[in-house]
DNA sequence: ACCATAGTTCTATGAATATAAAACAACCAA
DNA sequence: TTGGTTGTTTTATATTCATAGAACTATGGT
């Protein structure tokens, strides 16, 4: 590959594990084909899992570097960080 | 994404999970990087872990689908599935 | 027959993960 | 101020995972 990076591993293993759950991988399918904007409280909702459950797997994605999240005071609205996607796993949201 | 899947996370959660791990990664890039065959042994001893934890890792990736095993009587030859990753996780091997 | 080689399986163990109830924090609205 | 909404943190629990020693299987060489 192109440029060599100091440990890799370092990013890679937690997003990888990051995906590697079924509840996450669906709510990274939902925002992926989701137009407008998604609440934590939406997401979860769909999800049919607990909001502490919810909250969890929020913490998870973004401590892997896969979400980010804008707080509008009352509701926290998450979105894929596709730039992340892009550049350690090249294609994997078309794919998924 | 062309073709709807019947639960195509039935196949790929087993697969990030498989890859969800330092170890088993490095195994991956060294099968990749590697132009011969190599044997678990090999590998295993490249990893500085103890055989019986290798084997449990080969298990592992085998039953995700990702490599796959020849045996030479003596000695078991392990390769890529590359068919494979190009079919779930397309361009990954070459991110990696 | 005996020993060495190559791997798997069994067993044990400590660490990490997923889940959700309960308590908490921050905010708005009536 | 009281109460409802939105989400996080704490605590508890059950499960899965990674590791490796020990025993076992299978094979080959001498």
New binding site residues.
């Given amino acids: 590959m192109n440029i060599k990076q100091p440990n890799k591993n370092l990013v890679l293993v937690?997003m990888l594990?990051?995906l590697?759950?079924?509840?996450?991988l669906d709510i990274v399918r939902t925002l992926r084909d989701t137009p407008g904007e998604l609440?934590?409280?939406?997401i979860?909702e769909r999800m049919?899992?607990?909001?502490?459950?919810?909250?969890?797997?929020?913490?998870?994605l973004?401590e892997a570097g896969l979400i980010s999240?804008r707080?509008?005071?009352?509701?926290?609205?998450?979105s894929l960080r596709r730039d992340v996607f892009d550049e350690y796993l090249p294609g994997f949201l078309d794919s998924l």
């Fill in positions: 937690p594990k990051a590697a759950d079924e509840t996450r609440s934590c409280g939406d979860g049919s899992i607990a909001k502490s459950t919810a909250s969890y797997h929020f913490r998870t973004r999240t707080k509008d005071i009352r509701t926290k609205y998450v």
